[in-house]
């Protein structure tokens, strides 16, 4: 079993920085991928970034591409999204998510609770 706890979100006007950490317990962190996803009001789970389980390889949304930097550390069993010029449109809960590979919800097992991120014009 895997647990992720988000924290960082909060409160920040357009162009502003936030970073989200998430925690993860369970044996299976440090050989798993991990993603970020976020989900406004009223749509749908969207893909944000996953990373592989040694940092090789990163992949973005096209939305975040250049502006958002997802990292892990294993030894501290935590997954980091740096989240720089941010846009209103970035306003939404933000959850990490752990599993096989992807950037599809069904690609992966676990999530955290959330953490709401909101971006003010």
């Known amino acids: 079993q895997v647990q992720l706890v988000e924290s960082g979100g909060g409160l920040v006007q357009a162009g502003g920085s936030l970073r989200l950490s998430c925690a993860a317990s369970?044996?299976?962190?440090?050989?798993?991928?991990m993603a970020w996803f976020r989900q406004a009001p009223e749509k749908e789970r969207e893909f944000v970034a996953f990373i592989s389980w040694n940092s090789i390889t990163t992949y973005y949304a096209d939305s975040v591409k250049g502006r958002f930097t997802i990292s892990r550390d294993n030894a501290k069993n935590t997954v980091y999204l740096q989240m720089n010029r941010l846009k209103p449109e970035d306003t939404a809960v933000y959850y990490c998510?752990?599993?096989?590979?992807?950037?599809?919800?069904?690609?992966?097992?676990?999530w955290g609770q959330g953490t709401q991120v909101t971006v003010s014009s």
């Open positions: 998510a752990t599993g096989s590979w992807g950037t599809r919800v069904d690609d992966y097992d676990y």
């Open positions: 369970g044996r299976t962190f440090s050989t798993n991928t």
